[in-house]
């Protein structure tokens, strides 16, 4: 058997002395990991349909990565697509802010988490995402009243 993984310009080629001879998933997973960068876990799951094992990401079950969370305050990288003028960069950020003002423009912009979970960078090594404009109190009160307002026009004519 041959199996060949390509990630980011990596590439890794598999293959079993005895041809006919299956990789274990356990070696799938970890030449994965190579070639990728993310840790994975395999974990066992029986059910009473399946019987089969799974991958999951690492940090759901282990408590010592947290303990591999940035600081506060602490640089991290931020993958920057400004929806005001357009500026596409990678920068940084402190650790924990909710918004950053754009390099080029000075605008405000949402910092999404690159990931599922807070304080875990992506594939790439950004901690945040930045491509949405920054809405503060004020903004998000403003829209939700529209809505509200919206909402009971459209219950007076159904009515």
């Not at 060949?4 to 990596?10: A, F, I, P, Q, R």
């Not at 994965?32 to 999951?56: C, M, P, R």
């Not at 596409?88 to 949402?110: A, D, I």
Request: net charge negative; charged share 35%.
């Amino acid at each position: 058997m041959e199996i060949k993984l390509e990630s980011d310009g990596v590439c890794l080629t598999l293959s079993t002395v005895d041809k006919e001879k299956n990789i274990k998933f356990k070696t799938l997973v970890k030449a994965y990991e190579i070639v990728t960068g993310d840790e994975l876990e395999i974990t066992e799951n029986n059910t009473e349909k399946n019987s089969h094992s799974t991958v999951a990401n690492s940090f759901d079950d282990n408590r010592d990565d947290y303990d591999r969370m940035p600081e506060y305050h602490q640089p991290v990288k931020v993958d920057l697509m400004c929806p005001w003028c357009g500026n596409n960069e990678e920068t940084t950020t402190l650790y924990g802010n909710r918004f950053m003002k754009c390099p080029k423009c000075g605008n405000k912009v949402f910092l999404a988490f690159a990931t599922s979970r807070r304080g875990v960078p992506d594939h790439r090594g950004f901690y945040y995402k930045a491509n949405e404009v920054w809405r503060d109190y004020e903004d998000r009160k403003v829209d939700d009243d529209l809505i509200d307002q919206m909402k009971s026009k459209l219950e007076e004519h159904n009515a």
